[in-house]
């Protein structure tokens, strides 16, 4: 058992499994994990070596691949803000970073994804518990990050879009999963998104341009089809009241390669939930065989 035990922090500590329905990114600890800072400098830490970080957590904000919300498996990434130290000022996110980096013990990029013009797809799932008494339109947002000149050794234009169904026209229910595709928004144009930095200051551009209006420089001619994405993210703050939900199954592809989709679960307990650990693991070692 203690072999079996010592496995199961070595695959935490690995983070992320490719299989092939995508990367299965799991806890840092065994029964799942949450990171969360009290104070108003945002914090993060890497989950395993997976290229995902719990980031910006700040003033009591909470996020962590655990059980609480599971969806597609054993787990998710949980989100929670509060009244912190900081009033409403609580945050928590979890980021897919191109060469995420500890600057000041939070993660930046220093790599990049691809272009702003060949992102081809962007979705993901997620949930509101209906205890939350934040705003009722408010849920766990997607963020495309960018720099705008595609220029990563200036830092004054990267920030990001980012996508709430508040200017989309949807509905924000509670207590269920709710699955967002950004490209089938505006008949294929994509949602509605605003931004944040970029060089141009908060949600310049208003909250009613098209993600397509961004890429092809209809609503600044700095940010166009030739910036840098940096990376995604997927978090809940600041500004919010309390909240609780999650977020999982996140996919993003690019021109001329394959859809990535993430999937957060949850490291078993000792016992039998890691014999099918131990039997994932067996498979993919034959597959890597088999090549």
Same mark, same amino acid.
Request: net charge negative; no cysteine.
């Given at each position: 058992?203690?072999?079996?035990?010592?496995?199961?922090?070595?695959?935490?500590?690995?983070?992320?499994?490719?299989?092939?329905?995508?990367?299965?990114?799991?806890? =840092?600890?065994?029964?799942?994990?949450?990171?969360?800072?009290?104070?108003?400098?945002?914090?993060?830490?890497?989950?395993?070596?997976?290229?995902?970080?719990?980031?910006?957590?700040?003033?009591?904000?909470?996020?962590?691949? =655990?059980?609480?919300?599971?969806?597609?498996?054993?787990?998710?990434?949980?989100?929670?803000?509060?009244?912190?130290?900081? $009033?409403?000022?609580?945050?928590?996110?979890?980021?897919?970073?191109?060469?995420?980096? =500890?600057?000041?013990?939070?993660?930046?990029?220093?790599?990049?994804?691809?272009?702003?013009?060949?992102?081809?797809?962007?979705?993901?799932?997620?949930?509101?518990?209906?205890?939350?008494?934040?705003?009722?339109?408010?849920?766990?947002?997607?963020?495309?990050?960018?720099?705008?000149?595609?220029?990563?050794?200036?830092?004054?234009?990267?920030?990001?879009?980012?996508?709430?169904?508040?200017?989309?026209?949807?509905?924000?229910?509670?207590?269920?999963?709710?699955?967002?595709?950004?490209?089938?928004?505006?008949?294929?144009?994509?949602?509605?998104?605003?931004?944040?930095?970029? $060089?141009?200051?908060?949600?310049?551009?208003?909250?009613?341009?098209?993600?397509?209006?961004?890429?092809?420089?209809?609503?600044?001619?700095?940010?166009?089809?030739?910036?840098?994405?940096?990376?995604?993210?997927?978090?809940?703050?600041?500004?919010?009241?309390?909240?609780?939900?999650?977020?999982?199954?996140?996919?993003?592809?690019?021109?001329?390669?394959?859809?990535?989709?993430?999937?957060?679960?949850?490291?078993?307990?000792?016992?039998?939930?890691?014999?099918?650990?131990?039997?994932?693991?067996?498979?993919?070692?034959?597959?890597?065989?088999?090549?």
């Amino acid at each position: 058992m203690q072999g079996i035990v010592r496995l199961a922090w070595a695959w935490a500590a690995f983070g992320a499994v490719v299989t092939a329905q995508g990367a299965v990114v799991y806890s =840092n600890g065994l029964g799942g994990d949450a990171f969360t800072n009290p104070t108003t400098v945002n914090l993060g830490q890497g989950v395993g070596g997976s290229g995902w970080y719990y980031n910006n957590v700040r003033n009591s904000g909470v996020v962590g691949i =655990n059980g609480t919300y599971a969806r597609n498996g054993n787990g998710s990434a949980y989100l929670e803000t509060q009244f912190g130290p900081g $009033g409403n000022s609580s945050k928590a996110d979890v980021e897919y970073l191109a060469g995420g980096t =500890n600057v000041f013990s939070n993660f930046v990029a220093t790599g990049v994804l691809g272009r702003l013009g060949d992102l081809t797809s962007l979705s993901y799932e997620w949930y509101r518990d209906a205890v939350s008494t934040n705003s009722a339109v408010q849920h766990p947002v997607i963020r495309i990050l960018l720099d705008a000149d595609g220029d990563l050794s200036t830092t004054g234009d990267r920030g990001g879009l980012v996508f709430e169904r508040a200017y989309n026209g949807g509905v924000v229910p509670t207590n269920t999963w709710v699955f967002d595709d950004i490209f089938a928004y505006n008949g294929g144009l994509g949602a509605n998104v605003w931004n944040f930095g970029l $060089g141009l200051g908060f949600a310049f551009g208003g909250y009613n341009n098209s993600l397509s209006n961004w890429t092809n420089g209809l609503v600044s001619s700095s940010v166009n089809a030739d910036s840098a994405v940096l990376g995604f993210s997927l978090g809940v703050g600041s500004g919010w009241g309390p909240f609780k939900g999650a977020v999982d199954t996140v996919t993003f592809g690019f021109v001329g390669s394959a859809v990535s989709e993430t999937n957060f679960e949850v490291v078993p307990e000792p016992g039998a939930g890691l014999l099918g650990l131990v039997g994932l693991l067996g498979l993919t070692l034959v597959r890597r065989s088999q090549r």
